[in-house]
């Protein structure tokens, strides 16, 4: 059974930075394309970054030059580092992982950046 378990969310002054960590048990982690989505209290969720099994990346504009995801196949880990954070930011981010026969979720983390 996949598992995903995120941490490093926190309290955050604007302007600062956090390292947000995902790590997938329970399969083959480097057969997942993983992804961070986050989700703002009355809105929907929306994807903000994502990484191939292939290493390749994609941004949401909104976070296009800070926030940077990567991934450690050897440590079952996707990460997201996210710097110059604004209130903008503020939402619980959720882990995801794609595989062809399966979608899956982290139970999310929550990010608060104060102004």
């Known amino acids: 059974q996949v598992q995903l378990v995120e941490s490093g969310g926190g309290l955050v002054q604007a302007g600062g930075s956090l390292r947000l960590s995902c790590v997938l048990s329970?399969?083959?982690?480097?057969?997942?394309?993983m992804a961070w989505y986050r989700q703002a209290p009355g809105k929907q969720r929306d994807l903000v970054a994502d990484i191939t099994i292939f290493g390749s990346t994609n941004y949401a504009d909104s976070v296009k030059g800070r926030f940077t995801i990567s991934r450690d196949n050897a440590k079952n880990t996707v990460y997201l580092q996210m710097d110059s954070l604004k209130a903008e930011d503020t939402s619980v981010y959720y882990c995801?992982?794609?595989?062809?026969?399966?979608?899956?979720w982290g139970q999310g983390t929550q990010v608060t950046v104060s102004s």
């Open positions: 329970g399969s083959l982690f480097s057969n997942y394309n």
């Open positions: 995801n992982a794609k595989i062809w026969h399966g979608d899956y």
